[in-house]
């Protein structure tokens, strides 16, 4: 597709020309440092490090400039003109289709169906809404959370009415990861839709923000997606609001500068975003990688790579970092946040196989650039602590002359680091009405110096972490990709110490050894050796919802959803009160006739047929484990059955229940089975089940 682009290039060429410059100044003054005592391969090694660490700084720091100048000259942002009439969108004679998307795998049941219900009666309370209809897109391999699923939605669609808008569908196997199940979707179900929105399991967004980004497609003909910046809410520890904080008061002035020079060349963060379905289901079918993972098999970050196809072909994407009404929650605590990076750091650095892919735009190589080095920094981080320590141990003079023939390049430092903390809060304070909603001027400055002093604190801490997420990707070793853990539940001492332990270790021997060598090496070292000493209490304390608490109570960390929060966000994130049950879970779904019911005709009517001898035997095709090898007895699903009848769930592997789960026949048969057998043939969970119900009735 060849059209006509919104971009001005010029945007794109004055931003990296402004990093560069500053990159090149950086590198002259740490080479004209250096060159005094001689640049010996060690130095030199030194002085490319810096270099590629300085312009990765750099970067950051023009991002937040760029964005304070747009912001407080008021010149007009980056986006999609025109803006869109949201009534003439409700009223066009030809209202488009939009699936709305929600992929969950062993997620927190309730928490994902209460986020639904809100998103769904807000979407019914806007003009338009019925446009949209709504998909639970389950990979879950548990058999309890699979029927609490399905129980979940039957009870959502019965209370909310939307039988015929919100559809629930379990894929019986997990390949691909999310983009596996995105594509089944597609193939299955994409043709009946012009768009389709896709959220996350904590995603938020307002009914008004979806008719808003419907109508900037409507529009722009040219645009293949649009991502929103959601912002954090629901943070309850500690750490959960810092971050929460940070995302609201830094991201506003981040995203303005991102947009600059992005314009219709954006990215995809995977989630609350908008894709047009036609290129998307024709250019985004992603290829297996060539080799073995971690780098080889399926595109785990496939977001970005995603974006970048629609791009090759011509199609724009945009971010509507402006847009209101979506969020999206954050981890609570440091090792929620490390297991999350540790998925993230395998799925970018296989974007390295990616990065000169034949057909990207420059763009999208950026993109994939930074989602790379986002996480390769650490170990170059590392890296240059190591060199320069080395370089300070053959010839003390570098230490020493620090202060005077380093002051600018010191001072140039500085400002990369803290400056863009500081704009953000210089553009934040000049606006009064801004102010109130983190809580005041006052409270605002404060909270911006205790983040500082905790992003000081745990900076060194995932620079260990991410160094070692890397190494361990080098080397060849993979991750699972298990569902992220919500909720300020609180990390252990004992957990702190399994996770901690040998970066608080490390610390102490690189403390003592520098300390007996160097005293003034070690004076400044102290900053990243004292986030290593107090890691395990930091992580701790930082992971409670107490001390989470009491900092709101001081209205410390406050942002704008705090304040006043939005309707949607404030009835996704109420506690859930379920209603109260005889029995739950695989019990239920075999005893009650209404969850059994509904359990199978949710499954799929997809069969095998095995022949074995003179016998025909009929399994379920949804999952390999539902269906016995070849060679099995005939009547083993049977077998496992009766066991599961006699002896109680317990009796049987969770493989072995899934298979029993995943046959229509079988559930039939057990349900009637479960209701019509004497008490003797029925283990004792079944009759004290059974009983409860006759009691009840």
């Known amino acids: 597709m060849k059209t006509e682009s919104h971009d001005s290039g010029w945007k794109m060429y004055l931003f990296f020309s402004i990093v560069l410059g500053i990159t090149a100044i950086g590198s002259y003054l740490m080479a004209d440092y250096l060159w005094r005592f001689g640049m010996e391969p060690l130095l030199v090694g030194l002085w490319i490090v810096f270099t590629i660490l300085f312009g990765y700084l750099a970067f950051g720091f023009t991002h937040a400039a760029t964005g304070f100048f747009i912001r407080r000259l008021g010149v007009r942002s980056a986006g999609l003109p025109p803006s869109p009439d949201l009534e003439s969108t409700s009223k066009s004679s030809r209202k488009p289709r939009i699936a709305v998307t929600l992929p969950v795998y062993n997620e ?155 314009e219709s060349g954006g990215n995809f963060w995977g989630h609350n975003a908008i894709i047009r379905m036609k290129p998307f289901i024709r250019q985004c079918d992603l290829p297996k990688l060539p080799g073995k993972s971690p780098f080889g098999g399926h595109i785990l970050s496939h977001d970005f790579v995603e974006a970048g196809l629609l791009r090759r072909v011509g199609w724009e994407v945009w971010m509507a970092h402006k847009l209101e009404g979506t969020y999206e929650e954050g981890p609570q605590g440091i090792v929620e946040s490390a297991v999350r990076d540790r998925r993230w750091c395998q799925g970018n650095l296989q974007h390295g196989m990616l990065l000169f892919a034949r057909g990207f735009r420059g763009r999208t190589r950026v993109h994939l650039a930074n989602g790379i080095l986002g996480y390769v920094s650490s170990p170059l981080w590392l890296l240059f602590m190591i060199l320069s320590a080395f370089a300070i141990g053959s010839n003390e003079d570098l230490l020493s002359a620090a202060p005077n023939g380093g002051a600018a390049l010191l001072a140039m430092t500085a400002v990369l680091l803290f400056g863009p903390k500081i704009l953000c809060l210089i553009d934040l304070l000049v606006d009064r009405k801004r102010t109130a909603q983190f809580g005041g001027a006052s409270n605002a400055i404060c909270s911006v110096i205790l983040e500082t002093v905790f992003s000081a604190l745990l900076a060194p801490v995932m620079m260990l972490f991410h160094t070692r997420f890397v190494l361990t990707n080098l080397i060849g070793k993979t991750v699972d990709w298990s569902p992220q853990q919500r909720g300020a539940s609180g990390t252990t001492l004992d957990e702190a110490l399994a996770v901690h332990g040998w970066q608080t270790l490390a610390g102490i021997l690189v403390g003592t050894v520098v300390a007996l060598v160097n005293t003034t090496l070690f004076l400044w070292l102290i900053p990243v050796l004292l986030g290593l000493w107090l890691a395990v209490p930091v992580s701790v304390f930082t992971s409670l919802a107490g001390p989470g608490l009491a900092a709101r109570k001081e209205k410390l960390f406050v942002t704008p959803e705090e304040i006043c929060p939005p309707a949607e966000v404030a009835a996704a994130l109420a506690p859930v009160e379920i209603p109260p049950g005889r029995f739950r879970g695989v019990v239920a779904s075999v005893l009650d006739p209404f969850l059994n019911a509904v359990h199978v005709s949710l499954l799929r009517r997809n069969r095998r047929r095995l022949i074995q001898g003179n016998r025909e035997n009929v399994y379920c095709a949804d999952d390999v484990k539902s269906a016995p090898s070849k060679g099995a007895p005939s009547l083993q699903i049977r077998e496992l059955a009766e066991r599961f009848l006699s002896f109680g769930p317990g009796s049987l592997s969770q493989d072995e229940v899934m298979s029993l789960l995943s046959d229509i026949d079988n559930m039939l048969w057990l349900h009637r089975e479960a209701w019509l057998r004497p008490a003797s043939r029925l283990g004792a969970e079944w009759n004290d089940a059974i009983r409860m119900q006759r009691a009840s009735l």
């Open 108 to 262: 927190p049941v309730d928490r994902v169906f209460a986020g639904l219900r809100a998103i769904f009666e807000s979407t019914v309370s806007v003009p338009g809404g019925d446009m949209f209809d709504f998909f639970v897109l389950s990979d879950s391999n548990q058999p309890e959370q699979w029927l609490a699923e399905e129980a979940a939605w039957a009870r959502l669609t019965r209370e909310c009415n939307g039988i015929d808008r919100i559809f629930y569908r379990r894929r019986p196997g997990n390949t691909g990861k999310k983009s596996g199940n995105i594509a089944d979707f597609c193939r299955t179900w994409g043709k009946h839709y012009d768009y389709m929105i896709v959220l996350d399991a904590d995603s938020i967004m307002t009914g008004k923000t979806f008719l808003h980004l419907v109508g900037m497609m409507e529009k722009n003909p040219r645009v293949a997606l649009i991502q929103t910046a959601p912002r954090l809410v629901g943070g309850e520890s500690l750490f959960g609001r810092i971050q929460q904080f940070s995302n609201r008061l830094y991201g506003e002035v981040f995203m303005e500068g991102l947009a600059f020079w992005q």
